[in-house]
Each structure stands twice: as structure tokens, then as C-alpha cells.
């Protein structure tokens, strides 16, 4: 990652100059801010500096005490956290737009099948930690986001290594919900999940997760996504050894209808 991706995002750097500006110019100090705000003195300086995300409360009380008539409080609704992160975003428009999708995921129940008790454990557990109203977005972010499996002209191929079923991620009976949600899912005419089993030996799906669009115009894309930064690309040879790659994952894996025997049988264990 860059230097500028390390940053804070930019809203958050203008509206602190901004509130650093009105506060100098109605002759507030950095202290009688925090006090009225029921801040610290060096989360204001934070905030100011954009390091730190303006709240509501210090623009609204900020924008009483330096005459601002709104135009501070204005600027929260431009503060709220992104949806999706942003090395996602590309990403996400063309999902949005895609007629197949065809997905291998060795370490985590993918977004799409996840049930909200899924993401909210998986939001909750990043580090550094997020504050609710992030959370909150980004799950609601995920859940709209499910509204494309609706649409029965796509079509949605997931494997999915079997450990990550036996591993579950906030306790038994949410493991055994996500596991159900699943099974639900799988029942739709467009979707196809397939578990890869424990024991399968080698297999190009050990070189880590990947999604595979196919566009409307044919064209096909892949995204990878790290711990930080995440890459599409669509160069016709590297997209075609994912594709085959795919293919080979796929024939490994159990077919669709075991695989919603093998899911079935596991949520009984739980």
C-alpha cells in the first residue's frame, strides 16, 4: 500500500481543517471545545488534525459556538464510514453487474451465504477494531449485497473447503444458523455450493481464495483479495489460468447435492 492509502480519508482531514478554521476565527479554544463537547482536549486536537472522524456531537456543538449556521453540522452526513473498503470497490461494481460468479474460498464462509450473525462476528473481530457505526454500515453494506442472489439469471458457483464449516466463528447454535442459511441458499435454481473435502491432497485451490466474473459482454475478470490490498485484473492469460484452475477445484470438490447432504449432516452435529 501507498503512502496515500495509510492516510485518514480526505473527508475526514477536510472537515477537521475546517472545524480548526471556524473555531480560530470565532476565537474558541482547542480546551472550551472539548469541555463543551464533553471531549478530551486531544481528541479535538485529533480531530483538527484528520486524524480522527468528527462526530456529530463536536460539529453540532462546534457549529453553536463558532456561528457556523449549519455548515459545519452539514458535513457529518459525508463523514459516514465507506461501505465497502476501498481496494473492494471496483471489485464490487463489477459483481454488482456480472452473469456468473464463480468463487473458491479456503478460509471463510463467502459474503454472499454469510448470515448476519456471520459478518457482525467477522466486522467485530478486525483489528484495529472498528466503532459500531462502521460495523453497523458495513453489515448492512453485506446484506444489501445478498439481494443479488435473487436474480435468477445469474448464476453462483462457490467451493468451499470444508474447514471452514467445523470451524465456527461465535458459538455453536450461530454456527449451526449459518450452516442452515447455507443449505436455504443452496436451494435456489442459480446457486451451487460445493465443499471440498478434507484429505483431497494437492490442489490449485492451496494457492488461496479467488472469484471469477463473467461479465455480460463475455469478458471475464478475477479478484484476489490480502490481508491489506486486494487486485483485479483482467489479462486474458492470467484469467484464463484461474478459470482452469477453477475448473480443476471444482472437479475435486463434492458436487452440489452432496455437499448439501455433507452441510446438512454437519448442522446436526451443532
Not at 95 to 104: D, H, L, N, R, T
Not at 197 to 217: I, K, R, S, T, Y
Request: charged share 25%; with cysteine; hydrophobic share 35%.
Amino acid at each position: 500500500m501507498g503512502e496515500a492509502d495509510s492516510q485518514p480519508p480526505m473527508s475526514w482531514r477536510y472537515c477537521g481543517d475546517q472545524l480548526k478554521l471556524w473555531r480560530q476565527r470565532a476565537g474558541v479554544s482547542r480546551e472550551k471545545l472539548a469541555e463543551e463537547a464533553g471531549y478530551g482536549y486531544e481528541a479535538i486536537k485529533s480531530i483538527e488534525q484528520g486524524r480522527r472522524r468528527p462526530s456529530l456531537r463536536v460539529l453540532q456543538v462546534a457549529d453553536q459556538m463558532c456561528g457556523a449556521d449549519g455548515l459545519l453540522e452539514a458535513a457529518h452526513k459525508y463523514l459516514q464510514p465507506e461501505r465497502f473498503v476501498s481496494y473492494s470497490q471496483d471489485f464490487m461494481r463489477h459483481e454488482a453487474e456480472a452473469i456468473v460468479m464463480s468463487s473458491y474460498e479456503p478460509l471463510l464462509i463467502p459474503g454472499l451465504l454469510q448470515t448476519e450473525e456471520t459478518m457482525r462476528a467477522l466486522f467485530q473481530g478486525y483489528w484495529p477494531p472498528r466503532d459500531d457505526e462502521e460495523t453497523e454500515s458495513l453489515v448492512a453494506a453485506r446484506l444489501e449485497r445478498q439481494g443479488l442472489l435473487a436474480n435468477r439469471t445469474r448464476v453462483f458457483n462457490f467451493v468451499i473447503a470444508e474447514l471452514v464449516l467445523r470451524q465456527p466463528l461465535d458459538g455453536g447454535e450461530k454456527h449451526k444458523r449459518q450452516l442452515l442459511h447455507m443449505v436455504e441458499q443452496g436451494k435456489r435454481r442459480n446457486v451451487s455450493i460445493q465443499v471440498m473435502p478434507f484429505g483431497g491432497g494437492a490442489h490449485p485451490g492451496l494457492d488461496g481464495p479467488f472469484v471469477l466474473l463473467e461479465m455480460p459482454d463475455h469478458d471475464r475478470l478475477v479478484y484476489e483479495e490480502g490481508q491489506q490490498s486486494g487486485v483485479l485484473y483482467a489479462e486474458p492469460d492470467k484469467v484464463h489460468v484461474v478459470a482452469q484452475r477453477y475448473v480443476v477445484i471444482a472437479q475435486r470438490a463434492r458436487d452440489h447435492s452432496a455437499s448439501m447432504r455433507f452441510i446438512e449432516e454437519l448442522a446436526e452435529e451443532w
